[in-house]
């Protein structure tokens, strides 16, 4: 009897954590404005770029070229140089890539589950053409106490012109 009860109580659980995450909202779309095939990627993103946007590869920490980047400007999609990040949203995370509370506007990134290497993160992607970023997590700092891990591969940074 206790054996039935313990199995029923974890059911019960492991249905309720698969509802909750199930129904998460995604913010991924499933098309994009920019529309290219996989050999046009190849030609114009170096192949790191390409691993990370198209393949949702992962840079190693501490090894990109924007994670210890302090200039002020603005962050782009390496694949489609819409607007991502303002350096004004750039925090110290520790984690070894750049790190953003959060994107320059609204609807700038799309977010979706990844179940990748038996872990469930948020994926971040661009709106615009769907390159994978990084992941967002939720031990950010204030305002938003989100933290949007990204690959430098992914952005490309233009500094702020000096007044």
Known sequence: MKLINITTL?????????????????????????????????????????????QKGTERAFTGDLWENHEKGVYYCAGCQQELFSSETKFESGSGWPSFYQPIKDGAVGVGTDTSYGMVRDEVVCSNCGGH???????????TGLRYCMNSAAMKFEKKAKK
């Not at 019960?12 to 994009?32: F, H, R």
């Not at 970023?133 to 700092?141: A, N, Q, S, T």
Request: aromatic fraction near 8%; charged fraction near 20%.
């Open 10 to 54: 974890f059911i019960t659980i492991s249905l309720i954590a698969c509802g909750q995450q199930n129904s998460k909202k995604s913010s991924i779309k499933n098309q994009y404005t920019v529309n290219k095939t996989e050999a046009e990627w190849r030609s114009i993103l170096a192949p790191m770029q390409f691993e990370v946007l198209r």
């Open 133 to 143: 970023l990084g992941h967002v997590f939720d031990d950010g700092p204030a305002p």
